[in-house]
């Protein structure tokens, strides 16, 4: 049986609830939350968040993939961008980000009749062990996160998800948009979707699984960030970013592109 390929850990959790509502959005910590549930007997709907903060491709990819699977998915339009916080794009945007969010989920559970089920995301436990203010806000609003719980990173996820069958276990993180934002730059709905758009096109270039993860960040001045830069690629990726509006963009070889403000911060530069 599928399901005892997972960890003992994460079934006790699941088989603990009557249901589940995952905030979902379509990457792969919550596509394999709700494909664990499901392989435990346990029907989640997933909660998918619209809003400027999220890539329009990302989301078409997050119906489309629920569609396919024959899984119950709620569309939440949810707007960040007037909170305070988020605003002026302050450290704590992710922790008043996620209190918003949360609220609009729940009120989307409420208006479906659903607001029995409890509210769960793919937080991993890789995640617990950076700077996530947005974990505080689950903490505090009583959201669960059964991977975290369960002790769970991101390369155990990574193999957990090849190993029980879900499709694409190779799949790349792409977290909010207003993480491509240096903090203090204050975000706007079009300078969001300019950056969702360029990215979306450097995603669609032969070769590119050849750069391993990669983010299109502005600091204010636009830098690409990749793990990896095959000079066979530098002139098609200057040609895509100087199509978007990024002509001069810096590209810059990191060992590891998440969390790279926050790095910053730590380092005592801004």
Known sequence: MVARKLPAALRH????????????????????????????????????????????AESM??????QTCGLKMLSVPFDPLPLPEVAVNSRERCY????????????????????????CDGSNADDTRAFRPGLRALAEAG???PLAEAGLGKAEIHALAAETGLDRPDQQARPCLLTRL???????????ASLAAAETALMALPGMSAVGDFRLRLTPAPVLQLTALPE???????????????????????????????????????
């Not at 990819?61 to 629920?66: E, H, I, T, V």
């Open 232 to 270: 066979s690629l530098r002139p098609r990726l200057k040609s895509v970013l100087d199509t978007y509006g990024f002509a001069g963009c810096r590209l810059q070889t990191v060992g590891q592109v998440s969390g790279f403000y926050d790095s910053m911060m730590n380092d005592g530069q801004t």
């Open 13 to 56: 959790i699941l088989n603990g609830l009557p249901g589940l509502a995952v905030a979902f959005s379509g990457g792969l910590d919550s596509r394999f939350l709700c494909h664990a549930a499901r392989l435990c007997g346990c029907e989640p709907v997933a909660l998918h968040a619209q809003g400027p903060h999220m890539a329009a």
């Open 96 to 119: 008043a980000c996620k209190r918003g969010l949360i609220r609009a989920l729940r009120e989307s559970l409420r208006t479906h009749g659903l607001q029995a089920l409890p509210l």
């Open 143 to 145: 959201v669960r996160s």
């Open 182 to 192: 240096a903090y203090g730059i204050a975000p706007s709905a079009s300078a969001l």
């Open 61 to 66: 990819a997050a119906r489309g993939w629920a």
